[in-house]
């Protein structure tokens, strides 16, 4: 079928196409009210959800909460129970302590412990004074119930010097001078002699003790000096063992 072209024709075809354009470009129709109602049904769904998963959520953080507080009465009920057994062993240990009386046994016994003490400690006091420094410790100051532990720990050292050949740093005065005082290494063989060499290797010689106070005696040969010097580099390790002679310590040494 043809169209005839011409000025009516096109217009006829415009007023034809118009309503058809118009009815493009218009927007579309608002939802009718069973869409809105199925929107709100929707979105009431949605904040029902919502709130069960908050009131879930905040059902468990309460029974965790509950549990908490039931394991520390728990724990605090143990607690009490155990300080109540404290103190009733507690209490009983002082009943049997006052029981004992200070007649007793135990509180002679502990009477004659101090006094062992006492008598030991003043035994290696007296022996410190006559022996080379490091053989016989000090006793350690201690309470009454600790002196007589303190005096066998001492005595146990002072077993354990004599039988040992030992290097120690000591202040001595040499013979025939008391202004000048010096550190020196000391080769000590138990309780029964020692010798001693200068820090810087100058000089040796042997050493005696009188009341506490170290003398130091220089010997002039150069081989008795020398045989010192290495027999002290040998208890340290510092040198191969051989035998070396030594000097003999005065007379009145230990």
């Known amino acids: 079928m043809r169209i005839p072209a011409g000025p009516a024709h096109l217009a006829a075809i415009v007023l034809l196409l118009a309503p058809l354009a118009s009815a493009r470009g218009a927007e579309p129709p608002a939802p009718g009210p069973a869409a809105a109602a199925l929107e709100q049904l929707r979105a009431a769904n949605q904040a029902r959800g919502e709130e069960a998963r908050e009131l879930a959520a905040w059902t468990l953080e309460r029974q965790r909460l509950e549990a908490l507080v039931d394991a520390t009465r728990a724990e605090t009920a143990r ?44 035994d290696l006091t007296a022996l410190a004074a006559r022996m080379p420094p490091g053989v016989v410790p000090a006793v350690a100051d201690a309470a009454d119930g600790d002196a007589f532990d303190a005096a066998v720990r001492a005595l146990e050292g002072a077993e354990r010097a004599a039988s040992a050949v030992a290097v120690d740093v000591v202040t001595g005065t040499r013979d025939g001078r008391t202004d000048a005082p010096e550190a020196v290494k000391v080769l000590r063989v138990a309780g029964a002699a020692a010798w001693w060499v200068s820090l810087d290797g100058a000089a040796a010689g042997t050493l005696s003790v009188r009341a506490g106070a170290v003398t130091l005696h220089a010997v002039a040969d150069d081989a008795a000096r020398a045989a010192i010097i290495a027999a002290l580099a040998q208890a340290e390790g510092r040198a191969q063992p051989s035998i070396a002679l030594l000097v003999a310590p005065p007379g009145d040494a230990p």
């Open 79 to 122: 607690l009490e129970r155990e300080a109540d057994q404290a103190d009733a062993a507690r209490d009983a240990a002082r009943t049997r302590l006052a029981a004992l009386g200070a007649g007793s046994d135990l509180e002679a016994l502990r009477a004659r412990l101090a006094e062992a003490a006492a008598r030991v400690g003043a």
